[in-house]
């Protein structure tokens, strides 16, 4: 089954600029899972992607999208419900969204429609981003995490939008709840900020949850903190046009890099070394990069990841 990234599913409408003003906008398939499970396909691994996608002809894009790349759709549900729509600007060199999401097909998972059994046999499952704001797909997602925990990893990227938070106190308690029910977790610098009292160092010590955390910073690099060790690793240098979806392959290349170096399961992640973790990362890093290199969210293959990382090794060795 490989690694299973389940929420939303919308589509990005990035914006066409001319003469410093935008004058239009262009279609691009997204939402965070979704582009996690483009992206781990694109990299080689098994991948499947579960939620609800909408009839309507931004669904079919969606459902072609994910199919045309390999991913496993067996997962899906679909609902005549309208399709998630996203409008990207760029602000300070940083994408901003404007959500039109309510009542769509996404945010209307429901209880019944996430049955444990068809997720035991992942070597992950990843959740994470808006999802988790809308109702009944929040507290869908939160009841299988709370089914399958210990038996499957979780893998948790929160990516806070503060602007969509209607309810402050539901959403801290299902941001502790999850916390301590993953065992890897992706925040950038940005979600950092958003989270109380938020102590990666502290996370990965405790009794409960994950093996390790992961903060992006952009072109700042990262940094991973396990229960021995704070690596740091640099950024990838990129020829950005846009950062739209760069996050989500970052966590692609994170998962994919684990997997490729003994797998998904706790017990394989708590027993990689710190050069395990530099080259994790460094495969992560760069799959990122990649993906800032081209508008929308469009991560990159393995072969493209492999041909930059060789380039920039041997650029390193030159006397």
Known sequence: ????????????????????????????????????????????????????????????????????????????????????????????????????????????????????????????????????????????????????????????????????IRDAALYRDRMRELLGSCDVMKVSARDRAALESFDPAALVRAATGPVAVVVTDGANGSQLYTRDSSITSPAIPSRVVDTVGAGDAFTAGLLVGAADRGGLSRRALEELDDDDWREVLRFASTAAALTCERAGAEPPTRHAVRSRLEASSATRARP
């Open 1 to 164: 089954m490989g690694i299973v990234s389940l929420g939303e599913s919308l589509i990005d409408f990035t914006p066409i600029v001319s003469g410093g003003r935008t004058t239009g906008f262009e279609m691009h398939p997204g939402g965070s899972p979704f582009n996690v499970a483009v992206a781990v396909a694109r990299l080689g691994h098994a991948s499947a992607f579960a939620g609800r996608v909408s009839t309507d002809f931004f669904g079919r894009v969606l459902l072609d999208h994910l199919r045309s790349n390999g991913v496993d759709t067996t997962r899906v549900h679909t609902g005549a419900e309208a399709t998630t729509l996203a409008f990207v600007a760029i602000e300070q060199g940083e994408p901003a969204f404007s959500f039109r999401a309510e009542g769509t097909a996404d945010t209307l998972i429901r209880p019944g429609d996430l049955d444990p059994v068809d997720f035991v046999d992942a070597e992950a499952l990843h959740i994470g981003s808006i999802s988790l704001l809308y109702e009944p797909t929040g507290t869908s997602i939160v009841e299988l995490v709370r089914a399958l925990r210990g038996r499957v990893t979780v893998t948790f990227d929160p990516n806070v939008r503060p602007s969509l």
